[in-house]
């Protein structure tokens, strides 16, 4: 996951009582998606995370985040601001 640097620090860049969760979300995601700019199917390093942690319940958002990347992807009906509230449902 060289490729991806320490985008899981993007996080820690928040004050938890001024941002949502949202922000949060959408910032790491948006983090992410801007270090595997060179690489069209970055969800694919998702995916091999996740198959090697899928006994971990949080890996949900993991497997929530790949499924609707793929669908939309496919589909060409991408929204971000679904895949967050998805996100969020999941995470509270």
Do not use: R
């Not at 899928?54 to 929204?79: C, P, R, V």
Request: hydrophobic share 40%; with cysteine; net charge negative.
């Amino acid at each position: 996951m060289e490729i991806t640097g320490d985008w899981t620090d993007i996080p820690k860049q928040f004050n938890p009582s001024e941002a949502s969760l949202e922000e949060v979300l959408t910032a790491t995601l948006q983090g992410l998606a801007q270090m595997l700019k060179d690489c069209p199917n970055w969800i694919m390093v998702l995916v091999d995370s996740y198959q090697h942690t899928k006994h971990n319940k949080a890996m949900q958002i993991i497997a929530f985040n790949e499924g609707f990347t793929m669908s939309s992807n496919l589909f060409g009906s991408y929204d971000p601001q679904v895949l967050v509230q998805g996100l969020v449902k999941l995470v509270q």
